[in-house]
T-cell receptor, first 115, second 112 residues
Framework: AQKVTQAQTEISVVEKEDVTLDCVYE???????LFWYKQPPSGELVFLIR??????QNEISGRYSWNFQKSTSSFNFTITASQVVDSAVYFC????????????FGKGTKLSVKP | DSGVTQTPKHLITATGQRVTLRCSPR?????VYWYQQSLDQGLQFLIH???????AKGNILERFSAQQFPDLHSELNLSSLELGDSALYFC???????????FGPGTRLTVT
């Protein structure tokens, strides 16, 4: 069965520190997609990135970077030089071709960035 | 702003009642998904509609139903409400099943 594990429930860092949020997934499908979403205190879910199972290239977007490794079934998210505005709950999610796109979410990691 | 709208933002109702949550997808998106977020269950997929047809069901209770109308807006109907149905209900839309989903602001349902 498909599953997404975010082992870190809460992380607290001081502003300007780098932080990595871990995500491990399980699937038997060969075609699947991985996502990260951010949920700030206001409650909305904000899309950050989508990755398909055939593209293992790492991606960088400003202070955000993602490391996708099929060999370890991981899709980790790093924030460089964290800022207070990065404080939020971050969710990793998986969708499989067989399920037509419905997202399986991890439990989320609550990131607190202190000034 | 994701472009997905949901109404109402908050809903307070009593046990045994029925409510309807409404969602309008982003312009051009044919797929609508409903999710429930609660403290104990986390974010769970409920149901997926594509261009008016039901495509997939997740952990949706029999007391819950949904539909997607010709103008592509969707409604989630929750009946015989119980205290445990209190949660944040999200609607999301996408252009295709393999694309990212954009979420609405959610409807916070409180059952008293």
């Amino acid at each position: 069965a498909q599953k997404v594990t975010q082992a870190q429930t809460e992380i607290s860092v001081v502003e300007k520190e780098d932080v990595t949020l871990d995500c491990v997934y399980e699937t038997r499908d060969t075609t699947y997609y991985l996502f990260w979403y951010k949920q700030p205190p206001s409650g909305e879910l904000v899309f950050l990135i989508r990755r398909n199972s055939f593209d293992e290239q790492n991606e960088i977007s400003g202070r955000y970077s993602w490391n996708f490794q099929k060999s370890t079934s991981s899709f980790n998210f790093t924030i460089t030089a964290s800022q207070v505005v990065d404080s939020a709950v971050y969710f990793c999610a998986l969708s499989e071709a067989r399920s037509q796109g419905n997202l399986i979410f991890g439990k989320g990691t609550k990131l607190s960035v202190k000034p | 702003d994701s472009g997905v709208t949901q109404t109402p933002k908050h809903l307070i109702t009593a046990t045994g009642q029925r409510v309807t949550l409404r969602c309008s997808p982003r312009s051009g998106d044919l797929s609508v998904y409903w999710y429930q977020q609660s403290l104990d269950q986390g974010l769970q997929f409920l149901i997926h509609y594509y261009n008016g047809e039901e495509r997939a069901k997740g952990n949706i209770l029999e007391r819950f139903s949904a539909q997607q109308f010709p103008d592509l807006h969707s409604e989630l109907n929750l009946s015989s409400l119980e205290l445990g149905d209190s949660a944040l209900y999200f609607c999301a839309s996408s252009s295709s099943w393999d694309r990212e989903q954009y979420f609405g602001p959610g409807t916070r349902l409180t059952v008293t």
